[in-house]
């Protein structure tokens, strides 16, 4: 995927026990499966060797481009991390899917197109996973009654992501099943315009580069995206549709299908202004680059009844304080990357996002944007992590053979989450059949 990065071996210790050794030698076997799949930190764009430059003007560290997979390094001060992407230096996608599983293995059936819906319990023991097949796509035998029976000394391991501590809360009730759920608060900054040509690729639209700091505790990192107008605010055009009315919001969440067509109203809109500028710029559109605040919220949400699941974000005041001491040092350090849009078009990105490019914006941007925001990272973690233990390869209490080998086992990691999801699934696997 597009942003490879490790939690700390001390927050893993932390978390899901073992000891840090453990870790650090869990990730390097990691890194080197993927490794041996073609999977290679490649040297840093132009786009990326300039934010790091304006990082370390601005105080940061260089990246150290230890490994393939950079962890994140548990040490005070501001940091910079570079991370693989699915891209080549010339923009082409050299992987989109690795797997580590050999799937030629006789003793492997993927049930493609299935829809699990029940686990079945005789006493502490799961005995058999019931589910719903939703077309023959030639994949594996589904049995006459969706009833996938276990055999003897058989395991289930429950890696649905947030669907899990629903799972949990349906079919097994464990003690805290559905608490400590959290996901990152997420604040777009404003869109800047670069000064000199930085040769922008499909390898830059998510640039590969990570910034940290912390606010009173709190990790804040920073994402970076490049390109031209329409590219960019493809990626981030949903983030926008937190600045419409609640009212109009509230009929999106309840309906999937209006938040689609709103979303893709606003990327039919984006199209269209950006035919007038390379209209106007005679097909040599501007390269843009953009940036996001995200970091944990400090009061975790909880799952409700039905499929409700709630975030309190901004309930602890120091959600919103986090934003504001963060937002104010990154101006600088965009703008050492890129320039500001002409006056007029500045005014236009404030009138509808209050996006600050001044330090004394940042405030009533962050008042405005902790009334309006929509969405989450979609980094959903925790939920489950109350339900299992972690010194039996994240067992699920009041079971005997049902593993939980996702990110609902954890709470939210504070980098971008993918690789703590990857090195959790490994370590429950490890664990219960090295």
């Not at 293995?105 to 829809?115: F, G, Q, S, V, W």
């Not at 009844?305 to 005041?317: A, K, M, Q, V, Y």
């Not at 990105?349 to 405005?368: H, N």
């Not at 390869?393 to 504070?414: E, F, I, M, Q, Y």
Request: aromatic share 10%.
């Amino acid at each position: 995927n597009y942003t490879m990065m490790h939690e700390s071996p001390k927050w893993l210790a932390a978390h899901l026990g073992k000891t840090e050794a453990y870790w650090e030698d869990l990730q390097k076997s990691l890194n080197a499966e993927f490794a041996a799949r073609g999977v290679a930190r490649t040297p840093t764009s132009a786009v990326a060797t300039k934010i790091i430059e304006s990082a370390v003007e601005q105080g940061y560290s260089a990246p150290t481009f230890e490994g393939v997979i950079p962890a994140y390094r548990d040490e005070p001060g501001k940091q910079t991390y570079a991370f693989p992407t699915q891209f080549d230096d010339f923009g082409l996608r050299t992987k989109s899917g690795v797997s580590l599983v050999d799937w030629t293995d006789p003793r492997i059936t993927l049930e493609t197109r299935a829809r699990v819906d029940s686990l079945e319990f005789d006493g502490d023991r799961c005995v058999g996973v019931g589910a719903t097949s939703l077309g023959d796509d030639g994949f594996g035998r589904f049995p006459a009654g969706g009833q996938f029976a276990l055999k003897p000394g058989g395991r289930v391991a429950l890696c649905s992501g947030a669907a899990t501590p629903r799972f949990l809360m349906d079919f097994v009730e464990p003690p805290a099943a559905g608490q400590g759920v959290n996901d990152h608060i997420l604040l777009p900054l404003g869109i800047y315009v670069a000064g000199e040509k930085l040769y922008v690729t499909p390898k830059d639209n998510y640039v590969q580069v990570f910034a940290t700091s912390e606010v009173d505790g709190t990790l804040v990192t920073v994402d970076f995206f490049s390109g031209p107008l329409d590219k960019l605010l493809y990626l981030t055009s949903h983030l926008y549709l937190a600045f419409l009315p609640n009212f109009v919001k509230s009929i999106m969440l309840n309906r999937p299908r209006v938040f689609w067509l709103a979303k893709n109203l606003v990327r039919g809109l984006i199209r269209i202004v950006d035919v007038g500028i390379n209209v106007v710029t005679r097909g040599n559109p501007p390269e843009l680059v953009a940036a996001i605040v995200k970091y944990n919220a400090h009061q975790e949400g909880r799952y409700e009844s039905g499929r409700r699941i709630t975030l309190d974000w901004f309930e602890d005041p120091r959600d919103a304080l986090v934003a504001k001491a963060a937002i104010p040092p990154l101006l600088p350090l965009l703008e050492g990357v890129a320039n500001k849009p002409p006056r007029v078009v500045r005014w236009l990105i404030r009138l509808v996002t209050g996006a600050p490019y001044e330090a004394r914006q940042v405030d009533k941007y962050v008042d405005k944007y902790q009334r309006n925001w929509l969405l989450s990272e979609q980094h959903l973690a925790g939920g489950s992590q109350g339900s299992v233990d972690r010194e039996a390869g994240n067992l699920v209490r009041g079971t005997s053979n049902v593993h939980v080998a996702d990110l609902s086992a954890v709470p939210l990691p504070r980098v971008s989450p993918q690789m703590t999801a990857y090195l959790t699934g490994y370590h429950v696997g490890r664990t219960l059949y090295s």
